[in-house]
């Protein structure tokens, strides 16, 4: 089954700084990549979302990457803001739908 | 946009009691739902696959005489949690959706005392 590996686990950032997050993943059959985060005890809020047959996405501050030949997908955070501190989880699914998550990254923004 | 209803949001149980805990899509029909375990400062770990109609398919290392998971209509999916230990205690969430984006649920603490 699929697996997503994900690094850093923790990051801390100067406010104005930018942030990158990596992901990997193991099935190549995986073809949608989205990016969530998470406040503390809520449901995962989607930010950014990729599809298998585009090779870059950005929404505002907001970017992310995929490189299908090294399965590998990273999110990239402009301008960090202190509300931008959150947990981060990225994930992987294939045709069979499931949804399979990264291990987090915790970031932190100081003023 | 698609809206998933999860109940309860929190619940407290005495240690060898059952929980449910119910998933309802509000505005769509969800023949899948994908049901969720989250442990404090861990990332969330696909428990089990609920079809409509048909029996749940369990990820490897999940009991499922443990966790029993019913999807009887294509609204509504539930999770039991039986003889819950305070091991189980743990944030569940569920989850709709494929390849065009996902639905989750508002999870529920459960907490075995």
């Known amino acids: 089954g699929e697996n997503v590996e994900q690094h850093p686990s923790t990051l801390s950032v100067q406010e104005g700084d930018s942030a990158v997050i990596k992901c990997t993943y193991s099935?190549?059959?995986?073809?949608?990549f989205p990016w969530y985060k998470q406040e503390l005890g809520k449901r995962p809020q989607l930010i950014i979302d990729i599809r298998s047959n585009v090779g870059e996405k950005k929404d505002q501050r907001i970017a992310v990457t995929l490189n299908k030949t090294a399965k590998h997908f990273s999110l990239h955070i402009t301008e960090t803001q202190p509300e931008d501190s959150a947990v981060y989880f990225c994930?992987?699914?294939?045709?069979?739908?499931?949804?399979?998550f990264g291990t987090g990254t915790r970031l932190q923004v100081f003023p | 946009g698609a809206v998933v209803s999860q109940h309860p949001s929190r619940v407290i149980c005495k240690s060898g009691t059952s929980v449910k805990i119910e998933c309802r899509s509000l505005?769509?029909?969800?023949?899948?739902m994908f049901w969720y375990r989250q442990f404090p400062k861990q990332s969330l770990m696909l428990m089990a696959t609920?079809?409509?109609?048909?029996?749940?398919?369990?990820e490897q290392g999940v009991e499922k005489d443990k966790f029993l998971i019913n999807h009887a209509s294509l609204t509504l999916s539930t999770l039991t949690v039986t003889s819950a230990h305070p091991e189980d205690s743990s944030f569940y969430i569920c989850?709709?959706?494929?390849?065009?984006?996902?639905?989750f649920g508002s999870g529920t603490r459960l907490t075995v005392v």
């Open positions: 994930a992987a699914s294939d045709n069979t739908d499931k949804l399979i």
């Open positions: 099935d190549s059959a995986s073809n949608y």
């Open positions: 505005d769509f029909q969800a023949t899948t």
């Open positions: 989850s709709a959706g494929g390849g065009a984006g996902y639905t």
């Open positions: 609920s079809n409509e109609g048909s029996k749940a398919t369990y």
